[in-house]
Each structure stands twice: as structure tokens, then as C-alpha cells.
């Protein structure tokens, strides 16, 4: 008896600290065993050959840091209490193939070379506890695996807000445990110069400072006059660039050029076309002050940095950035105009062709390749030259079909300043990326054929620091979204499963906490949503929790709070409040005003619809929904049409007297957000024949840029309201986004 509880103990102990898989990325095959293999003090690491310490000192480093404790290596073979590293031949176009075989005596580890290794330590990591323990129990499993792209990046602007050599270490820790390969080091930009030029010492000196940085969201409230510094000395790069070697990870490097260069022209305002003055930005967008392209010495300067750049990095590219050059300093500057005319240029546009193509020569001559922003392509792509494409996939697309080489960057998908939340009160930049859109993520267009989409390298997320000053928010805004990011880039697609990535969250996050990471917890939020009432009546709330036996309570439908069990009935202008408690503590609320009218909760159709990144809630349905935004950081609600126009069909049912039509809508510029040029509005009794009531391009400020655009007409019966809005267009020269579509988002019809 008493035996048979011993094993009884022992038994559930093994299979408490040997944890459910959960390794992300998602291998290509895992194939699990009974029982557990136990790392403790006395387990060795057997290698022999060069380029496996690399693995060995990441393993022991890491055990040391989580675990409190680490591991003798050997070259001797050894039975029991092992674990092996090795190489073996593995049939994978793309570097990194691994396999494991865990049993209960040893570990054993194989790569098709030194990464292949590497990854596989990566996925031995995964497969300890996440309960702090000196006795590592990790179950026994066969695992193959290997990279579906060669690209796997992960950018960060340190331009914006700078971050520190040991934190920029985290940041490739970060990458390598996601068995990411890429660190796209945005180094300059108009706000700071980060990099230590020693030709040009002003660069630092001058450029890698700011008088002070505006205070909130642009256009903001005010500024805070704190002097604002920070760059990395060539010997800190030389650091950083091995460290990310150890790791295989490749340090590319991104020195702006043409535009974005305010921080360069500060210090050597002899780059400019007017010869300054000029200043290190301190607030956010897009300058006029870009690098002269009819000035000899601009080219010389871009140049002689490079040159120092390529000595540094030893990666096959360099990013020479490319993206946001308007154009209005060229127009007016006689030596671009001297330019455009000796070279037979048909205007600014090839102009920005021109200098990337010159740049491009110069770096080939050296043996390097450029990459760039996916405006490159414009006035024609550079012969040798790699795309990233950011303003969605269509730059990604063209550039395939003229065989270049692309990664594929688009804010849609993988910008990870967006924001993760709905309701995010923190301050971030455009649209709304929550961890599933990541996830789902397709690097491959169905518009390429399977030879073109040969050309796609890969995948890369970028983070933009505007509103990200400190390591803290940077890990809420990159995690969990990296890790999503990790199975776009690494597994097989048909291992990428949306639901089986949601059962290895909770891990995951216990992942972050063990690395002392901050991470966003808005795959817990309350999620509330707006449904039409089928009785054609008003509208539902329906509120859900990803926590099991979490209690959600209501507020706003009496005297007191309600339990919640199915969606709230609403029929008239009110504020409801969700409050969802796990064991009596509050762990997220969600609050809804609803402003109800004759549109409310009826039927709906859209001709366009919305972009990905500007979904609303609930599609077209969320244009009458009864929820008005009130500021344009609340993602629930918008419905945005990039570039695009809008018609909506709404039927009311039956005839209804209107005499007004209201379109709730945003204007800010500075974020590419422009109202509707004009909205026209028609009405019909019959759903066939419209006629057109009233148009107006007149926009109405509430507050914070959000506003009103109102038809008012004469008292008509109607059953059907057709509202027609026109987007304004390319955004004109002299705007930040200029050439680019105006975003136009509108979050409410209402009518009266
Ligand atoms: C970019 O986001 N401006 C490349
Ligand atoms: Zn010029």
C-alpha cells in the first residue's frame, strides 16, 4: 500500500513539472513520449567541433539567469544525464534545420549547421517548466523542424526614443528565442542620429540630440523642453553586432536617405537644399528637410558614412531607407532642378530614383546590396535592389514580378506600434493589430505565381518608438504579437493553427514573466460586441471572457449590478459598464454609451469593405450600432476605407419620416486621416429608385479631430438611405503621407 501510493506520487510529480508542449514557433513535426527527461546539476553538454559553444553558452547562460544554475560541457561520450549536440545533414533549402530526440537518459540535438543547433537549444528551452525549479523535468519527445523563410525579422526604430546597449541585447534575445534572424537596426532618422560616424563627429555631437519632445499624441499639449540624447559609439555596434552573431542573428543597418534627415542636416546643414537652419525634430511626422540630390557633397557624405557603416555591419544588405521624401524642398532647389535636367529626369520622382540608384552603385561596388522602403520602387526600382513593403503588400507584389528580392512588412499585418486593444489607453499610432490579424498573417500573395513567389524572403515586424520611450512599453507592444509574428515566419503554414497557438498563450506568457518581460494582456480583455436584435428592436451587448469561471457583472440597467448571462437587450440611449472578476478581483471592464436613433440596429450592406486594419466591430453592422466614438484611439468602432470610397445601403424596414443624415467621421492630418471630401445622400421607397437629397463637404468639429458631416432636407418618407462618402484623395505635396490614399474613417450613420 504504501508503494503504491509512492508511485501514485511520483508519478503525478513528473507529470506536473514536465509541462504541456507548447513551443512557438509551432515545429514542423512533434511527436510526444511517456515520460520525462530530468536536466539537473549534474548533466553535462557533450560537443565536439567548432561553432556548437555558441549553443552551449546560450543554454547554460539561460539556465544560469531563469534556473539559478548551469551545466559542465565534454567532449566525452557519455550514456546517462546528456545532452548531445551534433550535426547531421537535413534536407532544407533555408539554414536552420534542427531535430531532438528526448528519452529518458539523454537529449540528443542535431543541425544541418551551427543555427540548426542553435534552434533546437531554442526549442529544448521551451520545453522546460515555466515553474522556477532545480530539477528540470522535460517531457520525452522527437521533434522536426525547420524555417519556412530565410527572413525573419524583427525592426526597431531607436530614432524616435533611443534604447541602450543592454536593453538592444534583450531586444536580440527576444529574437533568437523566437528563432527570428533578423535585427533591422533603424539608426537614423530626423529626430536623432544614433550612430557614431567618426568622419563626421557632428552627426553625434550635434545631430543625437533634441531640445525636447512633444508632450501625448500629435499635434499634442505642448512640450516638455527636456533635452533629449542618445547614440551608440562603433566600438558599442562592434558589441552589438557580435553579440547578434553569437545568436544568428543579422544586424541590418538603416541610415535614412533622401528624406527623413532632419538630425543630419542639423549638424552639416550644408546637406540641405537651403543650407538650414535647421533642427533636430522634436514632434512626429514627416519633414521637408530631406538631403539635397543636386549637391555633389550630399552624395559624398552618404558615402563616406557608408563606408564607416559597411566596415561595422557585415550583413549582405543596408537599408538606405527610402520611404517619405516629399518632394517640395527638390522643387524649389536650383541644383536638384540642375540635376533633373542634366540627367534627362522627368521630375522629382526620378530624382528620388536617381540618388537611390547612385547610393546603390556605390554599395555594390563594395559588395554589399541595398534594401529599401517600398517608395524605391518609384521613378524605378534600382537594378540589384531588395524591397520591404510597407504600405500593404502591392510594392512586395511589383517588385517580386520584376524579380527582386522582397520582405514583406505591411502596417495591415505586422506594425507592431499599432495598437493591440481596442480601448487601449496608452498612446499609440494607427490602426488596430490585435494578436490574431498578426497571427493569421500570409507572407505568400495569391497574386504571385509560385515562381514569383520565390522572390518573397520572407517576413519582418516593425516597431515604431514615437509613443514607446522606455523598454517597458516596448515589450507591451511587441509581446505577445512577436511570438505570433515567430510562427508567420518559422513554421510551416500548414502547422499554423490559430486556436492550437491560443492553448500555448498561457505558457507563453508564464515565458515573459520567467524573463522578467512585460508583455500586453489584451488576449484577457473583455471582449463586448454590438449585434443586432433579431426582432429588429434595438441592439445586444454580448460580452465574452477568455477566462474560464470569470463573473461578469453590469452596471447602467438599475439601481444595481446585474449578473451577466446572456447579451443585454438595449432599446434606448444609455451607458452600460462590464465588469469581469475572477475570484471577486476586477480583471477588466468594458464601458458602452449608446446613442440610438432611426438607423440603429437596421440592416446594412457596404459596396466597398473596410481595410483589414480598420475593421470596426462587427463590419458594416458597426455604422449602426448605436456606439459613437469619442476619441480616435477607441479601435472599436472605426471603419476605414484607405484611398477607397464608401456607400452604404441601409433599409429601415419600412418607410420613415427623415429630414437628416449624419456621418460621424475624423479629420487629422497629421495621421493620414482626412474626412470624406463630400457625402451625398439619396433616399428610395422602393430600393430601386434613389433620389439624391442633399450633399455636403462641410465637417464640423467636435472634439480631438473628430466630427460631423450633416445632410439636412426637406421632411421625406423613406425606406432605403443610400449615404455616398468621397475619399479625399492622394494626399496632397506638403502633407506627412504625401502621394500616399487618405485614410478616411467614419464610425456612425445616423438619421433623424
Ligand atoms: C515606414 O513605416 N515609414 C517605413
Ligand atoms: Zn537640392
Known sequence: MRIFLLAIALHSCSFLTAQQIAIIPQPASVIVGKGSFT?????????????????????????????????????????????????????????????????????????????????????????????????????????????RFA????????????????????????????????????????????????????LTETGSCRDGTIIGRYPGKGNDSIRYCGYYTQDQ?????????????????????????????????????????????????????????????????????????????????????GDECPKTAWKKCPKCQKRIHDNNLKDEHELQSYTIRRMEKYINSKGRQIIGWDEILEGGLAPNAAVMSWRGEKG???????????????????YLDYAQKRNEDS????????????????????????????????????????????????????????????????SPKEQRNWSEFEKKLPVQFKRYELWKTNYSKAYYDLKASILPDENNSGLLWKLETKFPNAQIKIDGLGNSSSLYNTPVHVTQNVSLTANCYLQNQLVSS?????????????????????????????????????????????????????????????DLGKDESLSKINIHTLDQKRGRFYAPSYVEVFVSSNGTDFKSVGKTSSFVVDQDNIG???????????????VFAKNAGTIPEGQPGAGNAARMLIDEIQAE
Open 590 to 650: 468594458a464601458t458602452q454609451n449608446f446613442y440610438l436613433n432611426k438607423a440603429t440596429g437596421k440592416k446594412i450592406t457596404l459596396t466597398n469593405p473596410p481595410a483589414v486594419e480598420f475593421p470596426g466591430n462587427g463590419g458594416a453592422f458597426g455604422l449602426i450600432n448605436g456606439a459613437v466614438s469619442k476619441k480616435y484611439g477607441n479601435f472599436s468602432e472605426w471603419l476605414g476605407w484607405p484611398g477607397g470610397d464608401m456607400e452604404a445601403l441601409i
Open 427 to 490: 498612446v499609440v499610432i494607427g490602426g488596430f493589430l490585435p494578436i490574431e490579424t498578426v497571427y493569421n498573417y500570409e507572407p505568400l500573395p495569391k497574386e504571385l505565381t509560385p515562381e514569383e513567389q520565390k522572390y518573397i524572403f520572407g517576413v519582418q515586424a516593425n516597431i515604431w518608438t514615437e509613443y514607446t520611450g522606455n523598454p517597458a512599453k516596448l515589450e507591451y507592444m511587441i509581446f505577445p504579437r512577436a511570438s505570433a509574428l515567430a510562427e508567420v515566419a518559422w
Open 396 to 414: 512586395g507584389i511589383a517588385a517580386a514580378k520584376e524579380h527582386h528580392t522582397v520582405v514583406m512588412t505591411p502596417t495591415t499585418y505586422v
Open 151 to 202: 527572413w525573419r525579422g524583427l525592426h526597431l526604430d531607436v530614432s524616435r526614443h533611443f534604447f541602450d546597449v543592454d536593453f538592444i541585447k534583450k531586444y536580440i534575445d527576444f529574437i533568437a528565442l523566437h528563432k527570428l534572424n533578423y535585427f533591422h537596426w533603424h539608426l537614423t532618422d530626423d529626430q536623432g542620429w544614433r550612430i557614431e560616424i567618426k568622419k563626421y563627429p557632428k
Open 39 to 147: 536536466i539537473n546539476a549534474s548533466t553535462q553538454i557533450k560537443f565536439e567541433g567548432s561553432g556548437l559553444e555558441n549553443s552551449a553558452n546560450f543554454l547554460n547562460d539561460y539556465l544560469k539567469k531563469i534556473y539559478g544554475f548551469n551545466l559542465a560541457t565534454t567532449t566525452k561520450s557519455a550514456q546517462k544525464n546528456v545532452i548531445v549536440l551534433n550535426y547531421e545533414r537535413m534536407d532544407n533549402p533555408i539554414a536552420g534545420a534542427y531535430r531532438i530526440d528526448v528519452t529518458g537518459s539523454s537529449v540528443y540535438i542535431a543541425g544541418d549547421n551551427a543555427e540548426g543547433v542553435f534552434y533546437g537549444i531554442q526549442t529544448l528551452i521551451q520545453l522546460l517548466p515555466v515553474e522556477l525549479s532545480k530539477s528540470l523535468a522535460i517531457p520525452q519527445v522527437k521533434i522536426e523542424d525547420h524555417p
Open 237 to 321: 555596434v562592434r558589441e552589438v553586432v557580435k553579440y547578434a552573431s553569437d545568436r544568428y542573428v543579422t544586424v541590418i543597418p538603416e541610415i535614412e536617405m533622401p528624406g527623413h534627415a532632419s538630425a543630419a542636416l542639423t549638424s552639416y546643414p550644408y546637406l540641405g537644399c537651403t543650407g538650414g537652419p535647421y533642427h533636430v525634430q522634436q514632434t512626429w511626422g514627416v519633414f521637408s528637410d530631406v538631403f539635397c540630390a543636386g549637391n555633389d557633397s550630399t552624395f559624398q557624405f552618404l558615402q563616406d558614412v557608408i563606408d564607416e557603416v559597411i566596415a561595422l555591419f557585415p550583413s549582405k544588405y543596408i537599408h538606405v531607407g
Open 708 to 722: 460631423d458631416m450633416t445632410v439636412t432636407f426637406a421632411t421625406t418618407a423613406a425606406r432605403y438611405i443610400k
